[in-house]
């Protein structure tokens, strides 16, 4: 591991905005379920989650747009999401947190309703078939997300990806979810303004490439 990891690694531990449970911590309980608006945000503010946040572009970007809402960045990638705890430490936003962990174990971080909206960000694609259940849109983690999330939730995806927006489209569909805003072309017209003003690390990687950038939202219909 280079020296540069090292250091991100140990710094990681000194971020009081930063949580990371061993699996065995995770299992006994973790502290904040069901706690968060009490605990750690000190207020009653809709909790906006960021899964596969990288860097955490959306987590922290939203956070400075909407200082009446409070958000949480999750990713395994704990060297990449030093880049937002960085940022949070010196900028001194409060409404802010990040979570290391593998998003399959997402529904130990939540209680019941603690959650208002989620933002899938340039999620991996898992092309292949035999792989559609780890997409992060796929009906099986939505039905992780729907053990914490209220009933009047809003999911956001953006993507470059046309195989997994065209099946997150088909899922909506066939789940009695509710079609919100859909864009096949971001810049091109009419997305909300925090879709085309923040860029994260990745978007900005494929549209060097020229690709195209979709965007949809829609509200989980949870029963
Ligand atoms: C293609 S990157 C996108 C990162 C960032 N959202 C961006 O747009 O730059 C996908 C991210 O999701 C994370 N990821 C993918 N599957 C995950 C999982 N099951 N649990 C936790 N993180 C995951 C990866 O570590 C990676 O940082």
Not at 31 to 51: A, M, Q, R
Request: charged share 30%; net charge positive.
């Amino acid at each position: 591991m280079g020296k540069n990891k090292i250091r991100r690694f140990e710094e990681n531990l000194t971020f009081r905005h930063l949580f990371q449970q061993s699996f065995d911590e995770l299992m006994a309980g973790f502290p904040l379920k069901g706690k968060w608006h009490k605990e750690y945000f000190g207020n009653d503010n809709p909790i906006v989650l960021e899964l596969g946040c990288g860097k955490g572009e959306y987590t922290v970007g939203l956070a400075q747009r909407f200082p009446d809402k409070n958000f949480i960045g999750l990713d395994i990638k704990g060297s990449r999401m030093w880049v937002g705890c960085k940022q949070v430490e010196k900028s001194g936003l409060k409404n802010v947190a990040f979570i290391r962990t593998r998003i399959s174990l997402i529904q130990h971080f939540f209680g019941k309703d603690e959650v208002s909206e989620i933002w899938l960000t340039f999620s991996d694609p898992q092309p292949r078939k035999s792989k559609e259940k780890k997409r992060l849109s796929s009906p099986q983690f939505l039905k992780r997300y729907s053990h914490f999330l209220r009933d009047d939730n809003t999911i956001h995806m953006k993507t470059d990806n046309r195989l997994l927006f065209d099946f997150t489209l088909d899922v909506i569909g066939k789940h009695g979810h509710e079609k919100g805003f859909v864009s096949f072309d971001v810049y091109g017209k009419g997305a909300p303004p925090e879709v085309m003003e923040i860029q994260t690390y990745y978007e900005e990687i494929w549209r060097k490439e020229g690709r195209m950038i979709h965007y949809l939202n829609f509200r989980m219909n949870k029963t």
